[in-house]
């Protein structure tokens, strides 16, 4: 890689960065495992960058590797087994950041299977068409709306009952 297209790659990584990590980590449910995702995928981009970088849109070309390398993850994990000798050590860090990690909608995220939470964040956090998602997903247009009908109906069940539960006690402090 020229030094020119070194300098390309690291200004659009700052440009998209943020962008595409907020991806990964929606579409994975943890932030570490985001973050792999998305250095991954930009490992893949940086090693082909020239034929990235001449894409109509570079940034949905690495969303692309992106959404692959995590769904080839989820069938991998799902044909193996995992066990945990023990578990790790959380430290007391940046209560911003952990409240972020504990927000409703991440929780109620998380109890989505991968292929849902996958179609609902690039619907509705990343704004792309059914067209697009379904591009980036390998599937119908059909099965993205499936998708996206159950999360979002799932969804609703999570977070309705916080709502109703808040609601009637403001109702007793009347």
């Known amino acids: ?13 700052a440009e998209h960065g943020g962008q595409l990590l907020r991806t990964a980590c929606l579409v994975t449910g943890n932030a570490h495992l985001g973050e792999d995702l998305l250095q991954t995928a930009l490992a893949k981009a940086y090693g082909s960058w020239a034929k990235v970088s001449r894409a109509d849109h570079p940034a949905a070309y690495v969303r692309r590797l992106m959404i692959n390398a995590h769904l080839s993850w989820v069938r991998r994990l799902m044909n193996t087994e995992q066990v945990l ?8 860090g ?15 995220l998380l109890r989505l299977s991968p292929r849902v939470r996958t179609a609902v964040v690039l619907r509705y956090f990343d704004d792309l068409s059914e067209a697009e998602t379904a591009q980036l997903m390998g599937c119908s ?26 609601t009637t006690a403001s109702r007793s402090f009347q």
């Open 1 to 13: 890689m020229t030094e020119h297209e070194d300098a390309e790659f690291t200004d659009f990584v």
């Open 85 to 92: 000798e023990t578990f790790p050590d959380v430290g007391s």
């Open 94 to 108: 940046d209560p911003q950041h952990a409240h972020a990690e504990n927000d409703e909608m991440r929780q109620a």
């Open 141 to 166: 247009r059909s099965t993205v709306n499936n998708h996206v009908s159950k999360g979002l109906g799932a969804l609703r069940g999570l977070l309705a009952p916080a709502r109703d539960d808040l």
